[in-house]
């Protein structure tokens, strides 16, 4: 293996453990580990982090290890950007790992492969280790996409640098080249959780990559066969311990076959728009409560939830 790994992690014993198997198996030359300090109101969990650290960093083969391990608790947007960056400062390309994520072993040549055919190509904004259609494939090739999926990922320090966290102009998303591109369905589903992610309310970094994306009219390389799972869906903003494991599929890296064109691949864009579609209802609900005052309420009443389902439950 030639890429560096980004490996985030912060509370989770078994998923991490999991997740750091497959790294191991992989040796990549160096390995960079970002820990999210512990919250100060959950008992307890300054030792299980301080485990999780342990894990995450215990290795056993030729390779270079740095840590970014917070004493704060940043959360989970400021918490994975500053380490993304923190990772940029060294390195000009890279794998990004979350410690819920396992990837098959295929993954890694996959994105070594691709991280070095796309290094100068700026159209090509990240490279997908996870496909949702997939599961059970067996395909030596990839398409570009216009989605984006941070379920074990790679891109490079050029690309990393036009991100930008807060702050971002939603109205650029009515440029009719996007409009042309993307359904109606995801632009409309991108901007409202922009909105409530420029007002503090949502605490996640991943839409406003895919804004990045979507503005620079650029693609993401995915692969045919699903090649990453996620464990650990209980997580940040989750309030259920169930789990949902998406099967892998089939590539044979020796055979990878690259595509002749640049271009969108209708099929699968509409699979995706699917997905889209069938949450644009609660989106258009979401926007009405917006709208009317309420939404934000009920999103700190949420909030109140989770904390005391945290307080109780670990």
């Not at 074990?152 to 036009?162: F, P, V």
């Not at 693609?219 to 311990?241: D, E």
């Not at 002749?260 to 069938?278: F, G, Q, R, S, T």
Request: aromatic share 14%.
């Amino acid at each position: 293996m030639k890429s560096p790994i980004l490996f985030l992690v912060f509370n989770r014993t078994d998923e991490t453990t999991q997740s750091f198997e497959i790294i191991r198996k992989a040796k990549p030359p160096r390995l960079y580990v970002a820990a999210d300090g512990p919250r100060d109101f959950v008992s307890g969990e300054a030792e299980v982090c301080n485990e999780v650290r342990k894990i995450a960093s215990n290795v056993d083969w030729e390779c270079e290890v740095f840590t970014l391990f917070r004493t704060q608790n940043m959360g989970c947007k400021m918490a994975i950007v500053t380490a993304i960056n923190w990772f940029f400062e060294s390195e000009e390309e890279g794998i990004i790992i979350e410690d819920d994520v396992i990837p098959t072993e295929a993954f890694f040549p996959f994105c070594d492969s691709l991280l070095e055919k796309y290094r100068n190509n700026e159209q090509v904004k990240a490279i997908n280790g996870f496909n949702q259609f997939g599961q059970e494939v067996a395909n030596n090739s990839y398409f570009f996409s216009r989605g984006y999926y941070p379920w074990g990922w790679a891109t490079w320090k050029s690309r990393w640098l036009h991100y930008n966290a807060k702050d971002l102009d939603v109205s650029r998303l009515d440029d009719k080249e996007i409009r042309a591109v993307y359904h109606r369905a995801a632009i409309e589903g991108v901007k409202f959780n922009l909105n409530i992610i420029n007002k503090g309310i949502l605490d996640t970094w991943d839409y406003q990559m895919l804004y990045m994306i979507m503005v620079q009219k650029g693609y993401v390389v995915a692969p045919y066969a699903n090649l990453t799972s996620n464990i650990g869906v209980n997580g940040a903003h989750s309030m259920n311990n169930q789990n949902i494991f998406f099967k892998y599929g089939e590539i044979a890296i020796e055979h990878l076959e690259h595509p002749k064109k640049m271009e969108d691949n209708k099929e699968m864009n509409e699979k995706l728009w699917e997905e889209y579609k069938d949450a644009f209802v609660s989106v258009k609900v979401k926007s009405i409560l917006f709208k009317l005052n309420i939404y934000l309420p009920l999103r700190a009443l949420y909030k109140r939830v989770m904390k005391y389902y945290i307080l109780n439950t670990i």
